[in-house]
């Protein structure tokens, strides 16, 4: 949220669109001052949820924010991988 409310802030556009009914929450987060070129998130889940394994295993997920060379967000890169055998 605070990489998001650095591009959006209340009463713009895409603030309602982007935060939905989570819109006052994120009304209170502070903005980040310069938000990352790139970052990773893994996704995980506790152990005792079924629905986080696929046959094979857990599977990993990331998120990559792509800019121009400006700093402009150009899209985010969702990247989901399955466990695979080696």
């Known amino acids: 949220a605070p990489i998001m409310r650095h ?43 079924r629905f986080r394994r696929f046959v094979l295993g857990d599977s990993n997920q990331m998120q990559v924010r792509l800019n121009d060379d400006e700093g402009r967000l150009l899209g985010i890169l969702w990247l989901s991988r399955g466990p695979m055998p080696v």
Request: hydrophobic share 40%; aromatic share 14%; glycine share 12%.
């Open 7 to 49: 591009y959006l802030e209340p009463g713009d556009a895409g603030f309602d669109e982007a935060f939905g009914p989570l819109g006052k929450a994120a009304a209170a987060v502070e903005p980040i001052e310069k938000p990352p070129r790139a970052w990773y998130d893994r996704i995980s889940f506790p152990p005792g949820l």
